[in-house]
């Protein structure tokens, strides 16, 4: 799944627009490299996000196509 579409998905962050220009920043990285909303994102892999002031650590679990909104936080793992 591209990168873009986990983070709207797994609701870290609303918008799949938001989340491809957010890449396009460089504010989005995947264990420790700036990535592209391309990205094929695997279980396994560390996202960091700089959002604002504050910075989200998260590590994927699982990919799905489609979540429910209360499922969403089931998808990712976050880090210290």
Known sequence: MRL???LKVSRLI???T???????AGRVSINGKAA???YEV???DVLEIL???RTVRAEIVSIQEF??????????RILP
Do not use: I, W
Request: some cysteine; hydrophobic content about 30%.
């Open 4 to 6: 873009d579409k986990y």
């Open 14 to 16: 609303k918008r799949r």
């Open 18 to 24: 938001v989340a491809k220009e957010a890449c396009d």
């Open 36 to 38: 592209r909303a391309s």
């Open 42 to 44: 695997k279980p396994g």
């Open 51 to 53: 959002l604002g002031a």
């Open 67 to 76: 979540t429910s909104k209360n499922d969403a936080s089931l998808l990712y």
